[in-house]
């Protein structure tokens, strides 16, 4: 899995952080921080993640295919 992050789209929610913490952490009030390759066993938690952010600023991809970005829905909807 790789993470690419819109950083001129992120606005500092930090719902990423929250969600995801030993991926993603917030420096000061704006600055966010993050693992491009973070370990697999924080999948579910990186989908999440980028399903919460706002702006939408989180792209997941597959590392089996980095062009085709990871499409995983949440069941239960919201």
Do not use: K, T, W
Not at 15 to 34: K, N, R, S, T
């Amino acid at each position: 899995m790789r993470l690419v992050v819109d950083l001129n789209r992120c606005q500092g929610y930090a719902q990423c952080a929250f969600l995801a913490p030993d991926v993603f952490a917030m420096h000061g009030d704006e600055a966010l921080l993050y693992n491009p390759h973070a370990d697999d066993a924080q999948r579910e938690h990186v989908v999440r993640a980028a399903a919460a952010c706002p702006v939408q600023a989180i792209l997941v991809e597959d590392m089996g295919d980095a062009a085709a970005p990871v499409r995983e829905g949440l069941s239960g909807g919201r």
